[in-house]
């Protein structure tokens, strides 16, 4: 034990490099997570797009109101 407490402590250099910002990754990997996010909204958007129009020729076209087919109101009387 008197030993391990006599001996001088070693110590071990490393070099480490300089650390580097890395503006061409940041701002490839930002196109590249910006272009994914185009191809699923696209893909949601197609797969909507695809579900309204299929709704749309399943329901026949009676149920649907027309509101263009109802009169205006008459206008309101006024005091003068």
Do not use: N, Y
Request: positive net charge; charged residues 10%; aromatic residues 8%.
């Amino acid at each position: 034990m008197t030993q391990l407490l006599l001996a001088a402590p070693s110590i071990t250099w490393v070099k480490v490099q300089k650390p580097v910002f890395d503006l061409v990754g940041v701002v490839l990997g930002s196109f590249a997570l910006a272009g994914a996010c185009v191809l699923v909204a696209l893909a949601f958007g197609i797969a909507l797009g695809l579900g309204f129009i299929l709704h749309r020729r399943r329901v026949p076209s009676s149920s649907w109101v027309v509101l263009a087919a109802h009169p205006p109101d008459p206008p309101l009387a006024t005091r003068e």
